[in-house]
């Protein structure tokens, strides 16, 4: 059987790409929250890694539709 490595934590990581993409892309995150149906307070939480919130799997899919990403990107530790 292969051995698998995963992220301990994938919060922090899914946190910052969603704020790069979304700055890349010049849009605010009162924006990005209007376009995904979300609160601007819980676009803004979940971008300063507020640990209480966490995304489900359609509000991902939602935010890489909207900023122009594949949702894997939103996966992908940033290069060192």
């Given at each position: ?6 992220e ?21 995150s ?51």
């Amino acid at each position: 059987m292969k051995n698998y490595e995963f992220e301990d934590n994938i919060y922090p990581i899914v946190r910052q790409n969603i704020k790069e993409y979304r700055l890349a892309k010049g849009m605010t995150s009162a924006e990005l929250a209007e376009s995904v149906e979300l609160s601007h307070e819980f676009i803004r939480a979940l971008e300063s890694n507020n640990p209480k919130f966490t995304l489900s799997i359609k509000t991902l899919y939602k935010i890489s539709v909207v900023l122009g990403v594949r949702i894997d990107k939103l996966f992908t530790p940033p290069a060192d």
